[in-house]
C-alpha cells in the first residue's frame, strides 16, 4: 500500500474553475515529483521539489498551474483556470534523495473537466 | 536529451508463458533504469532498479530485468506469468538532472 496520500481521489471541474489536489509525501522523503498522465498512459513531468525549494518545473507559460511545498503542511498542485484538456490523472510521488532512488507514488488525483 | 522507447503498446499471452517487455532508452551520461507497474485506475509501484554492477537486476514477484549498454535497452522479463500480472508497465530512466523520464507503457493482458 502506497504511503504518498493523495487528496482527492477525483475532481470533476467546469471549464474556469480552480482545481486543487494535494500530496503527503512518505516520511522521511524530502523529494516530491508531480506528473500529469493522459488518457494515452503518457507522462508528462510538471516539477519537482526538494523540501520547499523547487528543483525543476516545465514552463507553465500560461501560469495556470501553481505548485509548492510548504513545511509541515501537505504539497499541492493548483490550476487556477481548468481547461478541458487538463483532464488527467495527477501523480505525485516522493523519493529520499533527488537523483537516483526510487520513486513512491500515490493513487493519483483524477480530474475531469467538463 | 533523454528518451524511452517502449516498442510494444499491448502484450496478450496465457498464464504460465513467460514474456518480454521491450525498453530502449537514450541518455548521453551515467543513467538508472526503472521499472514500475500500474494496475487500472492507480499509481504507480516500483519493480526494480539497475544503476551499475551486475546488468540482471531481480526484482518482485519473479520479475527481472537486463540492462545491455551496446543496445541501449534494459527488457523486463518474467518466465511464468499470472492472471494477476495484468497491468501497463512502465520503464523509466533518470539521470542526475533530477528528471526521470518514462516510457509510453506496455498494457500486458494474461489470459487464464
Known amino acids: 500500500n502506497s504511503k504518498v496520500i493523495q487528496t482527492p481521489r477525483y475532481l470533476v471541474k467546469g471549464q474556469g474553475q480552480k482545481a486543487k489536489m494535494r500530496c503527503i509525501p512518505e516520511?522521511?522523503?524530502?523529494?516530491v515529483f508531480w506528473y500529469q498522465q493522459n488518457k494515452n498512459n503518457e507522462f508528462k513531468f510538471l516539477i519537482n521539489?526538494?523540501?520547499?525549494?523547487?528543483?525543476?518545473q516545465i514552463d507553465m507559460t500560461e501560469k495556470r498551474f501553481s505548485a509548492e511545498c510548504p513545511s509541515n503542511s501537505p504539497c499541492s498542485l493548483e490550476i487556477q483556470s481548468s481547461e478541458a484538456g487538463d483532464s488527467a490523472l495527477y501523480l505525485c510521488?516522493?523519493?529520499?534523495?533527488?537523483?537516483?532512488?526510487?520513486?513512491?507514488f500515490g493513487e493519483g488525483s483524477r480530474l475531469i473537466v467538463v | 536529451t533523454q528518451t524511452v522507447s517502449q516498442s510494444d503498446a499491448h502484450v496478450t499471452v496465457f498464464e504460465g508463458d513467460s514474456v518480454e517487455l521491450r525498453c530502449n532508452y537514450s541518455?548521453?551520461?551515467?543513467?538508472?533504469l526503472s521499472w514500475y507497474i500500474q494496475h487500472h485506475g492507480r499509481g504507480l509501484q516500483f519493480l526494480l532498479k539497475?544503476?551499475?554492477?551486475?546488468?540482471v537486476v531481480q526484482g518482485v514477484n519473479g520479475f527481472k530485468a537486463e540492462f545491455s549498454k551496446s543496445d541501449s535497452s534494459f527488457h523486463l522479463r518474467k518466465a511464468s506469468v499470472h492472471w494477476s500480472d495484468s497491468a501497463v508497465y512502465f520503464c523509466?530512466?533518470?539521470?542526475?538532472?533530477?528528471?526521470?523520464?518514462f516510457g509510453d507503457g506496455t498494457q500486458l493482458v494474461v489470459k487464464p
Open positions: 510521488a516522493s523519493s529520499r534523495q533527488s537523483s537516483g532512488n526510487t520513486l513512491y
Open positions: 516520511k522521511g522523503h524530502p523529494v
Open positions: 521539489f526538494q523540501n520547499q525549494e523547487v528543483l525543476q
Open positions: 541518455y548521453g551520461g551515467s543513467i538508472y
Open positions: 539497475y544503476y551499475s554492477g551486475n546488468p
Open positions: 523509466a530512466v533518470g539521470g542526475s538532472n533530477n528528471r526521470i523520464f
